[in-house]
Every structure is written in C-alpha cells, then in structure tokens.
C-alpha cells in the first residue's frame, strides 16, 4: 500500500523568502506525485506533478518539486513566497498502473502561512 | 460554470437523517470520486467509480453509499447520518485515457455539519 507524510501541518515563512514543504512517500515502486493547493473555502487544485522524465518537476505560480527516488522524497519549494500563496498544500501518490491506476493517496496537508 | 459541480454546497443536519450530495461534470470523465477532508487528515477516500457499472469502495466505505446513475452523475448517501460525519466533501473527476498520471479535477465542496 501507497502512504504520503507530509513533515510539518503549519510552516510560516515571510513574503520574499523561500518556501519549503517537505514530502515523503512510501511505495514498492516509484509511483506518480502530485502537488495540489486549496485556498480558502475552494476545492483542490493541480500545482505539478512527477510522472516520468525530468525529475525537476515545474508548475504554475513559480513552484517546482524534485523527484529524489532515493530519498523517496517530492518536495515542494518557491523561491520567493508571496501573501496569494497562503494556501493548504497537499501532496498525493498514484499507482504507475493495475487496477488502482489513477486513485490518489493524500498527504495530511501543510498549511502555508506568509506574513508581510 | 464549475467543470464539476457538487450539490448543496452547505448542509446542516440531524443525527439519523438520510443525506445525499449530487456531484455533476461537463468534463467527459469518465473516473469519479468522493473524498472526505478533515483537519490534519488530508484527504480520505469514500468510494470511487471507473465507469457507470463500476463502483469500488476506498478506505472509509463504512456508513456510506454510491450511486452512479449516469458518466456524468455520482452521488454520495449518508443513510443514517452521525455527528463524526461533519467534515467537507468532494467529488472528483479524472480520465483514464487522458493525460499520463490520471489527474484529478476536484469540485468546490460540500460542507455537512451532523449535529
């Protein structure tokens, strides 16, 4: 079975300094990540994700993650935080393939704080 | 309009009451999903449904049911609703023959309180 740990349920950093939002998987092979964000009283949106190729992995708003097999890691990292950012993060895996091709498992989420 | 739309968006109930939350897409998915959201838990699986006729349960089946009455249709039961249901509920959509990695397409929420 496919597990998510998401070091950190609050982080807090300034505007203007780099973010950090730590991910660790657990799976009997590489699985495909994701990132998602929820603002306020919305629902979840894609940020990025690992599917194959690249490890470093772009999405929109300047964030990018880096797929590191053996750290079994996919951190999330911005290197400027701006005050739209304050947001719940979310990290996810997927199964490659089988019969649970395509159903998420989800982090606990991390709250993103970014003070003035 | 929302590619996936969850009905109500709000709901206050009473202990034992049966519940229903609508989830539609206009997206052509033809892979849906009920998750529930609690604080410090993430995201939990209720049920998912790769099409019409297939309907699996996820990791937290129990006092709950499905139904998929059409592709573009799955609604979620709470058949005797009880206080450790409140929390927030969303539908999701992806497609299996889409793009690599079977991204989800969330909906904007339904929020059951259960008093």
């Known amino acids: 079975a496919q597990s998510v740990t998401q070091l950190g349920s609050h982080v807090s950093v300034s505007e203007g300094a780099l973010v950090l939002l730590r991910c660790n998987y657990s799976?009997?092979?590489?699985?495909?990540l994701f990132w998602y964000v929820q603002y306020p009283n919305q629902g979840l949106q894609l940020l990025l994700k690992?599917?194959?190729?690249?490890?470093l992995v772009k999405g929109i708003n300047g964030f990018e993650a880096e797929f590191k097999k053996s750290e079994t890691s996919f951190h999330l990292t911005k290197p400027s935080a701006h005050m739209s950012d304050a947001a719940e993060y979310f990290c996810?895996?997927?199964?490659?393939?089988?019969?649970?091709?395509?159903?998420?498992?989800f982090g606990q989420g991390t709250i993103l704080t970014v003070h003035p | 309009d929302a590619d996936v739309t969850q009905t109500p968006r709000n709901r206050i109930t009473k202990t034992g009451k049966r519940i229903m939350l609508e989830c539609s897409q206009t997206?052509?998915?033809?892979?849906m999903y009920w998750y529930r959201q609690d604080p410090g838990l993430g995201l939990r699986l209720i049920y998912y449904?790769?099409?019409?006729?297939?309907?699996n349960k996820g990791e937290i089946s129990d006092g709950y049911s499905v139904s998929r009455q059409a592709q573009a249709k799955f609604s979620l039961s709470l058949e005797s609703a009880i206080p450790n249901q409140t929390a927030l509920y969303f539908c999701?959509?992806?497609?299996?023959?889409?793009?690599?990695?079977?991204?989800?397409?969330f909906g904007e929420g339904s929020r059951l309180t259960v008093l």
């Open positions: 999701a959509t992806s497609d299996f023959r889409g793009t690599l990695g079977g991204e989800l397409f």
């Open positions: 799976s009997s092979v590489p699985p495909y």
């Open positions: 690992y599917t194959t190729g690249a490890t």
């Open positions: 996810a895996v997927s199964p490659t393939g089988g019969t649970s091709y395509g159903k998420l498992t």
């Open positions: 997206k052509g998915h033809d892979r």
């Open positions: 449904s790769f099409d019409v006729k297939d309907i």
